[in-house]
């Protein structure tokens, strides 16, 4: 209370205080970045105040510098739409190298608010403007192409770790091929999973099924070190015991590939994998690479064109996180999203509806009503031990009816012990028709 003179009539001191605490309850709830000591006053509280709109007012600016380079593009974009028929190479050429420099133009934009620590409501907030943004990118594709229809079945399946670095697909994959996203911690294969089981009936014949594991995985390091981690079993067991390190190929080059390749090779032997000629093709993400070399192959034999196409992917959303000044060496997301992926349409990944970039959002996938132990522990791992979300706790559930999403919400908090005391959950119904999310709580 140094900064208020204590030689001041005692009622005007008394009240200075009440406010003086007053202002620094709001300056704790709302502005997590400022740090408050016993020694903190409400001028530097002001100050940082002050800080914090001048970097308003250069995002203002960056923005309205970005506004100018989107008209330049949309610019770009006519000129080579009237170019004619007869250069049709190049004008494919351009216009999928302008639709990179959009995606990293759009995610630069929209990360440049982006806090290190955010609240729960915060969170749900940077949740609504990326639908808005979303919404708008449907909108927009919309007006000159077909209608986004749902899938009856998927020419590709992902079976990613939920993790909130291991982000490629963009929105413009999900229009060219009918993609299903699957997140579950570890990427395990595990054959009793509901999810797993109703993702292989949903690939057609032929199809192919990406494993994609990635570097820091914090399924794997736990693995690594599962001594320190017993303990933990009651909340993470069975994770735990599908994640599998050994090396069993000279393909797999450190424990994250061992992992990711021992999963993939798990699945090939499923047998209705087999009578149905699906491929099971290992990946892994190295968000820490940024050329070619950050999604790699890691099969035998001639790389599958499907891993080139969302390689490209995976260079854009790195670039994005980098020009975003993300740190990605550590884990930290604000909120874990629990989605019923298969009723979320085209769109089938919760980050690109939600327009989530890297080190934004954990996923963690669930069938419906019914929620297996991989996925409750999917979302124990996380709120135990991931930055920013172990804190704030925030459990958003995505789905489409308001009746399944209560029934998850329950079951959530019937079967974990850490839910029940950490979650914060909270439901975002989805509109598949309009592509909006809206907040029931
Ligand atoms: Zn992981």
């Known amino acids: 209370m140094n900064e208020i003179p204590q030689h001041i009539p005692i009622k005007i001191y008394s009240i200075l205080k009440k406010y003086k605490a007053k202002i620094l309850k709001i300056a704790a ?7 408050i000591t016993p020694e903190t006053t409400v001028t530097d509280f002001h100050k940082h105040l002050r800080n914090e709109a001048m970097k308003t007012r250069v995002n203002e600016k960056k923005i309205k510098e970005a506004e100018s380079m989107v008209m330049a593009i949309h610019q770009l974009v006519y000129r080579s739409e009237t170019k004619g028929r007869s ?15 959009w995606q990293l133009l759009r995610e630069h934009v929209s990360e440049h608010h982006l806090r290190k620590v955010l609240s729960a409501k915060q969170a749900k907030k940077l949740l609504l403007e990326g639908n808005e943004r979303y919404v708008e990118e449907i909108h927009g594709y919309q007006s000159h192409h077909e209608k986004i229809e749902k899938p009856k079945e998927y020419d590709v399946v992902i079976i990613a770790c939920g993790d909130g670095r291991n982000v490629f697909p963009l929105f413009r994959d999900f229009i060219n091929q009918r993609i299903l996203v699957i997140q579950i911690a570890g990427n395990i294969y595990d054959q009793d999973s509901a999810v797993i089981k109703d993702t292989i009936k949903k690939v057609k014949n032929g199809g192919e099924i990406l494993f994609v594991g990635h570097n820091n995985c914090g399924a794997v390091e736990a693995k690594q070190h599962v001594a320190k981690y017993t303990a933990e079993a009651q909340y993470t067991g069975k994770l735990l015991e599908g994640v599998d390190i050994s090396h069993n190929s000279h393909l797999a080059h450190d424990d994250y590939e061992a992992n990711t390749f021992n999963q993939a090779a798990k699945m090939k032997k499923n047998r209705t994998i087999v009578e149905r000629s699906i491929k099971v093709i290992p990946c892994l993400f190295d968000f820490k690479n940024k050329g070619d070399n950050c999604f790699k192959y890691l099969g035998e034999g001639k790389e599958p064109e499907i891993v080139t196409d969302f390689r490209s992917s995976a260079i854009a959303r790195i670039a994005a996180a980098r020009n975003a000044g993300k740190d990605l060496t550590v884990q930290s997301v604000h909120s874990i999203v629990v989605a019923v992926s298969t009723d979320l349409g085209a769109f089938t990944d919760p980050r690109v509806i939600l327009d989530a970039g890297l080190n934004d959002i954990f996923v963690v996938s669930i069938k419906g009503k019914r929620i297996d132990q991989t996925a409750i522990e999917s979302i124990n791992f996380p709120l135990r031990h991931v930055d920013n979300v172990k804190d704030n706790g925030n459990i958003v559930i995505l789905a489409t009816s308001k009746e399944v999403a209560d029934e998850i919400s329950k079951q959530l908090k019937l079967k974990s012990a850490i839910i029940r005391e950490k979650g914060m959950i909270s439901i975002a119904l989805y509109n598949q028709e309009t592509g909006r999310i809206e907040f029931l709580s």
Not at 29 to 35: A, G
Not at 90 to 101: A, F, G, L, S
């Open 29 to 35: 709830e709302d502005y997590p970045d400022f740090i």
């Open 87 to 101: 250069r049709e190479v190049e004008k494919t050429k351009e216009i999928v190298r302008i639709d990179r420099d």
